[in-house]
């Protein structure tokens, strides 16, 4: 079945500190990749989004990507965080064009001072 | 450039009575979505239009919910009668080319 896991549920982390959050999928031939981002009491906001093309990926707010094909994966980075980062982040994927959107479960990114 | 617009926010009812909730996506967007999100869940799509025809309808609960899209803009989306379980977050979404969908703010049902 198409899938997508989200491995942590809750990502508590200092300030200016590095963070990765995982997203595996099902493995499928095509597959097109994203990652929202939702504050409280708010819609989603797509960060980045992986379609084709090299497989590092940058969006806003300084988080990037790494498409992985050979480990299904498509892990999210950013190097230093801040207050403002924290949110629930969501992974999600299209299996093949013209598929729909399917969403992990979400991880709560909570930065601490 | 307008985002999508949700109304109403909020909504608080009791269980077995009905409910509606309304969205105007941006603009020229030919394609609109509703979501579920339940609490601790990520989204999960209940139905996509494209201007006004249905494309995909496969997860919504057909006996209690409804969805109409008027004249290929706004779009309504109605439960009746409402359980205990509908209670979530209720997304729409549009998009107009290419993968990109934007997201409304959400309305909160909480179902007593």
């Known amino acids: 079945a198409q899938s997508v896991t989200q491995l942590d549920s809750q990502v508590p982390v200092f300030e200016e500190a590095p963070v990765e959050l995982r997203c595996n999928y099902s493995?499928?031939?095509?597959?097109?990749l994203f990652w929202y981002v939702q504050y409280p009491n708010q819609g989603l906001q797509l960060l980045l989004k992986?379609?084709?093309?090299?497989?590092l990926v940058k969006g806003i707010n300084g988080f990037e990507a790494e498409f992985n094909k050979s480990q299904t994966s498509f892990h999210l980075r950013k190097p230093s965080v801040h207050i403002s980062d924290t949110a629930e982040y969501f992974c999600?994927?299209?299996?093949?064009?013209?598929?729909?959107?399917?969403f992990g479960q979400g991880t709560e990114l909570s930065v601490k001072p | 450039e307008a985002g999508v617009a949700q109304s109403p926010r909020y909504k608080i009812i009791e269980k077995r009575q009905s409910v509606a909730f309304w969205c105007n996506p941006i603009?020229?967007?030919?394609?609109l979505y509703w979501y579920q999100q339940i609490l601790g869940q990520g989204p999960k799509l209940l139905i996509q239009?494209?201007?006004?025809?249905?494309?995909?309808d496969s997860q919504l609960p057909k006996d209690r919910f409804s969805a109409e899209r008027l004249k290929g803009v706004d779009s309504t989306l109605k439960i009746q009668p409402a359980k205990l379980e509908d209670s979530a977050v209720y997304l729409c979404?549009?998009?107009?080319?290419?993968?990109?969908?934007?997201f409304g703010p959400g309305t909160r049902l909480t179902v007593l």
């Open positions: 239009f494209q201007n006004n025809g249905v494309v995909d």
């Open positions: 979404a549009s998009s107009s080319q290419g993968y990109e969908q934007f």
């Open positions: 992986y379609l084709s093309g090299s497989t």
């Open positions: 493995s499928s031939v095509s597959v097109y």
């Open positions: 603009s020229g967007h030919a394609t």
């Open positions: 999600a994927v299209i299996y093949n064009q013209g598929g729909k959107l399917i």
